[in-house]
C-alpha cells in the first residue's frame, strides 16, 4: 500500500488528506500544534471544514519523525511562512530522493525564492515538486470537481504525482514549469486583495473583470521575466486560479480585501479572517520581484500601498485608472506603423 503523509493539518491538507484517504492510501497527517492534534484525533472534524469527517483509518500525529518514516510521498501543505523552518526541522529524517510535493502557494519575503526552491534548499537531498490550480479546501473535501497541475523536474515525477491524486473528481495535468506554476499561484493571491478591495468599495463586476484581465498580465509579464512559460500563465495556475480566487468567497484573500475595502485596516481583516491570508505575505516579495526585474506592476504596487503605507483604497482605484493612456498590447500594431 502507497503511504502518504501530509505535512500540514490547515484547511488546504487536510482536504488533500481526505482525498488521498478515499483512495486507498495509507494517509497520515501531521500538525505542529499540540491542541490540533487533540482535536483532530478526538473529534476527526475539522474546524474550518465542519460536516467533514476524517477517516478512523487516517493517522494524526505531532509527531514528524514518525510522519516522514517509510513514506512514498511527502505533502509539504504548511502556509508559506512557515515552509522554511518546518522543510528545515524535516532534514534529519529525509531520505535521499524523497518526493516532497508543494501545496502551499507563496514566495519568501526576505530571499524572494518560491516555496519549492525553499525547500530545495533545505532538503537537497529530495525530489521537490508542486501540485497547484483552482481548488478550495472546501470544496475538494466534499468531492466536488476540480483540476489541478503537477510541476515537476522530470516527467517520472510529475506522472507519480498525477497517478497519486487523480480520481473521478480531481483530474490533475502535468507540466515541467515549476517556476512558472508557483509565481502564478503566488502572485494571484495579491491580485485576489485587490479584487475583494473593489467589492468592499462596491465598485461591481466590471471593476473585478478589469483587475482579474490586467492581473494576469502583471502577473505573466513578471513570470517570463522570470523564466516561467507564457502557456502557464493562461492555464489552470495561472488565470484559472487567479478566477477563482478573485470570485469566491471561500478565497480568505478575496474576503481579506473586502473587508479592507470596507475601512478595516490590514490586521482588523486578517484576524477577522481567521486564517493566514497567503497574499498580504507576497505582496511585498511581488513588488521587490517587479522591481529586480525592471516589471511594471501598477496593481501589485497599490495593494502593497493600501496594506503597508495606509493609503484609502479608493485613491488606489483612482490611480490605477487615471494611470498615463496605454495600448491593451504593445506588440499589436496598426498597418501603417
Same mark, same amino acid.
Given at each position: 500500500?502507497i503511504r502518504?503523509?501530509?505535512?500540514?493539518?490547515?484547511t488546504?491538507?487536510?482536504?488533500?488528506?481526505?482525498?488521498?484517504?478515499?483512495?486507498?492510501y495509507?494517509?497520515?497527517?501531521?500538525?505542529?500544534v499540540?491542541?490540533?492534534?487533540?482535536?483532530?484525533?478526538?473529534?476527526?472534524?475539522h474546524?474550518?471544514?465542519? %460536516? !467533514? @469527517? /476524517?477517516?478512523?483509518?487516517?493517522?494524526?500525529?505531532?509527531n +514528524?519523525?514518525?510522519?516522514? =518514516?517509510?513514506?512514498?510521498?511527502?505533502?509539504?501543505?504548511?502556509?508559506?511562512?512557515y515552509?522554511?523552518?518546518?522543510a528545515a526541522?524535516?532534514?534529519?529524517w529525509?531520505r535521499?530522493?524523497q518526493?516532497v510535493?508543494?501545496v502551499?502557494?507563496?514566495?519568501?519575503?526576505?530571499?524572494?525564492?518560491?516555496?519549492?526552491?525553499v525547500i530545495?534548499?533545505e532538503?537537497p537531498m529530495a525530489?521537490v515538486?508542486?501540485?497547484?490550480?483552482?481548488?478550495?479546501?472546501?470544496?475538494?473535501?466534499?468531492?466536488?470537481?476540480?483540476?489541478?497541475?503537477?510541476g515537476?523536474g522530470t516527467?517520472?515525477?510529475?506522472?507519480?504525482?498525477q497517478?497519486?491524486?487523480?480520481n473521478?473528481?480531481?483530474?490533475?495535468?502535468t507540466?515541467p514549469d515549476?517556476? %512558472? !506554476? @508557483? /509565481?502564478g499561484?503566488?502572485?494571484?493571491?495579491?491580485?485576489? +486583495?485587490?479584487?475583494?478591495? =473593489?467589492?468592499?468599495?462596491?465598485?461591481?463586476?466590471?471593476?473585478?473583470?478589469?483587475?482579474i484581465?490586467?492581473?494576469?498580465?502583471?502577473?505573466?509579464?513578471?513570470?517570463?521575466?522570470?523564466?516561467?512559460?507564457?502557456?502557464?500563465f493562461?492555464?489552470?495556475?495561472?488565470?484559472?486560479?487567479?478566477i477563482?480566487?478573485?470570485?469566491?468567497?471561500?478565497?480568505?484573500?478575496r474576503?481579506?480585501?473586502?473587508?479592507?475595502?470596507q475601512?478595516?485596516?490590514?490586521?482588523?481583516?486578517?484576524?477577522?479572517?481567521?486564517?493566514?491570508?497567503?497574499g498580504?505575505?507576497?505582496?511585498?516579495?511581488?513588488l521587490?520581484?517587479?522591481q529586480?526585474?525592471?516589471?511594471?506592476?501598477?496593481i501589485?504596487?497599490?495593494?502593497?500601498?493600501?496594506l503597508?503605507?495606509?493609503?484609502?483604497?479608493?485613491?488606489a482605484?483612482?490611480?490605477?485608472m +487615471?494611470r498615463?493612456?496605454r495600448?491593451?498590447?504593445s506588440?499589436?500594431?496598426?498597418?501603417?506603423?
Amino acid at each position: 500500500m502507497i503511504r502518504i503523509s501530509v505535512i500540514g493539518s490547515g484547511t488546504w491538507g487536510t482536504a488533500l488528506g481526505i482525498l488521498l484517504q478515499a483512495k486507498g492510501y495509507s494517509v497520515t497527517l501531521w500538525s505542529a500544534v499540540e491542541d490540533e492534534v487533540r482535536t483532530l484525533s478526538h473529534s476527526r472534524i475539522h474546524p474550518n471544514l465542519p %460536516g !467533514i @469527517e /476524517l477517516s478512523k483509518e487516517m493517522i494524526v500525529t505531532g509527531n +514528524l519523525e514518525e510522519a516522514m =518514516a517509510e513514506k512514498d510521498l511527502l505533502v509539504m501543505a504548511v502556509p508559506s511562512v512557515y515552509v522554511r523552518q518546518t522543510a528545515a526541522r524535516m532534514r534529519p529524517w529525509c531520505r535521499k530522493g524523497q518526493i516532497v510535493v508543494n501545496v502551499a502557494k507563496g514566495i519568501e519575503e526576505t530571499t524572494l525564492k518560491t516555496l519549492a526552491q525553499v525547500i530545495g534548499e533545505e532538503l537537497p537531498m529530495a525530489d521537490v515538486a508542486v501540485l497547484s490550480g483552482p481548488s478550495h479546501a472546501e470544496e475538494v473535501s466534499r468531492g466536488l470537481p476540480t483540476t489541478c497541475v503537477a510541476g515537476a523536474g522530470t516527467r517520472k515525477t510529475a506522472e507519480f504525482i498525477q497517478d497519486i491524486f487523480m480520481n473521478e473528481v480531481f483530474r490533475v495535468y502535468t507540466s515541467p514549469d515549476v517556476l %512558472g !506554476i @508557483e /509565481l502564478g499561484s503566488a502572485l494571484k493571491n495579491v491580485i485576489a +486583495l485587490a479584487a475583494g478591495i =473593489a467589492d468592499g468599495l462596491g465598485y461591481g463586476d466590471n471593476a473585478k473583470a478589469a483587475l482579474i484581465t490586467r492581473g494576469i498580465a502583471e502577473i505573466a509579464r513578471l513570470g517570463m521575466a522570470m523564466g516561467g512559460n507564457v502557456k502557464t500563465f493562461s492555464g489552470l495556475t495561472g488565470i484559472g486560479d487567479l478566477i477563482v480566487t478573485c470570485a469566491s468567497m471561500h478565497s480568505r484573500n478575496r474576503r481579506a480585501g473586502i473587508l479592507i475595502g470596507q475601512g478595516k485596516s490590514m490586521k482588523e481583516a486578517m484576524d477577522e479572517v481567521q486564517m493566514v491570508v497567503e497574499g498580504v505575505y507576497s505582496a511585498k516579495a511581488a513588488l521587490a520581484l517587479a522591481q529586480k526585474y525592471g516589471q511594471s506592476m501598477p496593481i501589485i504596487q497599490q495593494v502593497n500601498a493600501v496594506l503597508f503605507e495606509g493609503k484609502n483604497p479608493r485613491e488606489a482605484v483612482n490611480e490605477l485608472m +487615471l494611470r498615463d493612456k496605454r495600448k491593451e498590447a504593445s506588440d499589436l500594431l496598426w498597418e501603417e506603423e
